[in-house]
T-cell receptor
Framework: GNSVTQMEGPVTLSEEAFLTINCTYT??????LFWYVQYPGEGLQLLLK?????DKGSNKGFEATYRKETTSFHLEKGSVQVSDSAVYFC????????????FGQGTRLTINP | EPEVTQTPSHQVTQMGQEVILRCVPI?????FYWYRQILGQKVEFLVS????????KSEIFDDQFSVERPDGSNFTLKIRSTKLEDSAMYFC?????????????FGPGTRLLVL
C-alpha cells in the first residue's frame, strides 16, 4: 500500500540554523508529493509540492526535491526563523481512486531565538 | 483568498450522542474530503465525496459516519453515536478538479472531545 514515513520529532533548532526534515515514501505508480504545515491553532496549509521525479518544490525559503531513486522528498531550509515553528507533514497522492492524501506522522519544529 | 471554513472549532459531547461537523468548501471546488487526526497520531483519510455521492471511504468510516452536502455550499460529517475513540481533530478539505496533482485546501479543523 501507499505510505509516508517522516523523521521523528520534535526538532528544536536555533534561529538561522539549517533545517532538514526527512521524508520517504512507498507508493504504487508515480505519486505527487506534498509538504503541508500546521501553525499553532491553524489548519493544514500547503507549503510546497512536486508532481514528478526530479521536480523541486519551493516556497518561503523551503525546498524539497522529488527523488524517485531513493523514494524521498526531504524538506530543507537554509536559515530558519522563529516564525517557522510549526508541525510539518509530508504527504503523497496517487492517481487511483479519490486521490486522497496519505500523510506521514508529522514533525514538530521549534525554533529558538 | 478563498478558504475552507469549519464550524464549530471545538465540540464537547457525551458518548452516544450525535454530532454534526460542518464545512464550507471553496465555492468552485468539486471534490470534498474529511480527514481526522487523533492526538499524537497521523492525519488519516476518512471519506471523499464527489457529485453528491461518496467516491471512496476508509475502513474507519463505518455505519456510524455519514456525509452530506445538503445545500450546495455546506459539507457535513455526522457521527450518529459517538464513542470515546472518536475524539480527534477533524479536517475538511476540497479541491477543484480530478487531477491528482491538484492541491487540496484544508479548513482549520474541528476539535471533537467525547466524554
Amino acid at each position: 500500500g501507499n505510505s509516508v514515513t517522516q523523521m521523528e520529532g520534535p526538532v528544536t533548532l536555533s534561529e538561522e540554523a539549517f533545517l532538514t526534515i526527512n521524508c520517504t515514501y512507498t507508493a504504487t505508480g508515480y505519486p505527487s508529493l506534498f509538504w503541508y504545515v500546521q501553525y499553532p491553532g491553524e489548519g493544514l496549509q500547503l507549503l510546497l509540492k512536486a508532481t514528478k521525479a526530479d521536480d523541486k518544490g519551493s516556497n518561503k525559503g523551503f525546498e524539497a526535491t522529488y527523488r524517485k531513486e531513493t523514494t524521498s522528498f526531504h524538506l530543507e531550509k537554509g536559515s530558519v526563523q522563529v516564525s517557522d515553528s510549526a508541525v510539518y507533514f509530508c504527504a503523497l497522492s496517487v492517481i487511483q481512486g479519490a486521490q486522497k492524501l496519505v500523510f506521514g506522522q508529522g514533525t514538530r519544529l521549534t525554533i529558538n531565538p | 483568498e478563498p478558504e475552507v471554513t469549519q464550524t464549530p472549532s471545538h465540540q464537547v459531547t457525551q458518548m452516544g450522542q450525535e454530532v454534526i461537523l460542518r464545512c464550507v468548501p471553496i465555492s468552485n471546488h468539486l471534490y470534498f474530503y474529511w480527514y481526522r487526526q487523533i492526538l499524537g497520531q497521523k492525519v488519516e483519510f476518512l471519506v471523499s465525496f464527489y457529485n453528491n455521492e461518496i467516491s471512496e471511504k476508509s475502513e474507519i468510516f463505518d455505519d456510524q459516519f455519514s456525509v452530506e452536502r445538503p445545500d450546495g455550499s455546506n459539507f457535513t460529517l455526522k457521527i450518529r453515536s459517538t464513542k470515546l475513540e472518536d475524539s480527534a481533530m477533524y479536517f475538511c478539505a476540497s479541491k477543484n478538479n480530478r487531477v491528482f496533482q491538484e492541491t487540496q485546501y484544508f479548513g482549520p479543523g474541528t476539535r471533537l472531545l467525547v466524554l
